[in-house]
């Protein structure tokens, strides 16, 4: 969709702007662009603000901004849209990046999916032992929290009492 009008210098309100608005940050910019009617599934054809590889997802691109993340969710972005390059979900972003800041319980209250494999077959479960170094260091309790929540949630959705370990 394109619109002569324009939201920021330099940039159109069409697809582009929803990209541009996300790196940026700027809730009250996203918010016009959806408003606007963008394709809230359109990925990125060039590495774009964190994310190094093209075709990465609007929800891909907002992990880390909470706020950002719930507008596009709220307008209708796919919560399991697949990456084209590395094949991994917001989901699996969240787990890595955006730990204990409520956004993986965000996306699995929307319907995101805990078992979807990336190119490399890993759920995003299997990023959480990453993630938790990485994090441990800051004495984290909200992270022990969320990472027993996320296990405990994706057993059940593979069916299983209890996570089985690898």
Same mark, same amino acid.
């Given at each position: 969709?394109?619109? @002569?009008?324009?939201?920021?210098?330099?940039?159109?309100?069409? #697809?582009?702007?929803?990209?541009?608005?996300?790196?940026? =940050?700027?809730?009250?910019?996203?918010?016009?662009?959806?408003?606007?009617? !963008? %394709?809230?599934?359109?990925?990125?054809?060039?590495?774009?603000?964190?994310?190094?590889?093209?075709?990465?997802?609007?929800?891909?691109?907002? +992990?880390?901004? !909470?706020?950002?993340?719930?507008?596009?969710? #709220?307008?209708?972005?796919?919560?399991?849209?697949?990456?084209? *390059?590395? =094949?991994?979900?917001?989901?699996?972003?969240?787990?890595?990046?955006?730990?204990?800041?409520?956004?993986?319980?965000?996306?699995?209250? @929307?319907?995101? %999916?805990?078992?979807?494999? #990336?190119?490399?077959?890993?759920?995003?479960?299997?990023?959480?032992?990453?993630? !938790?170094?990485?994090?441990?260091? #800051?004495?984290?309790?909200?992270?022990? *929290? !969320?990472? $027993?929540?996320?296990? +405990? %949630? $994706?057993?059940?959705?593979? =069916?299983?009492?209890?996570?089985?370990? *690898?």
């Amino acid at each position: 969709m394109t619109n @002569a009008t324009s939201t920021a210098p330099g940039y159109p309100l069409d #697809d582009w702007a929803l990209e541009a608005a996300i790196n940026a =940050g700027n809730a009250q910019w996203v918010a016009q662009v959806i408003a606007a009617g !963008v %394709d809230l599934s359109r990925r990125t054809t060039e590495p774009s603000g964190r994310c190094l590889h093209p075709g990465t997802t609007p929800l891909g691109l907002a +992990i880390g901004n !909470v706020e950002i993340v719930r507008m596009l969710l #709220d307008a209708g972005a796919p919560v399991n849209q697949v990456a084209v *390059r590395w =094949g991994g979900t917001a989901l699996h972003m969240a787990v890595v990046q955006s730990i204990g800041d409520g956004t993986i319980e965000l996306l699995l209250k @929307a319907g995101a %999916d805990p078992l979807l494999t #990336d190119a490399k077959g890993r759920r995003p479960i299997d990023y959480l032992s990453w993630a !938790v170094a990485k994090h441990l260091s #800051d004495g984290d309790k909200e992270l022990v *929290r !969320v990472a $027993t929540k996320f296990a +405990i %949630d $994706t057993a059940k959705a593979n =069916g299983q009492k209890h996570p089985k370990r *690898r």
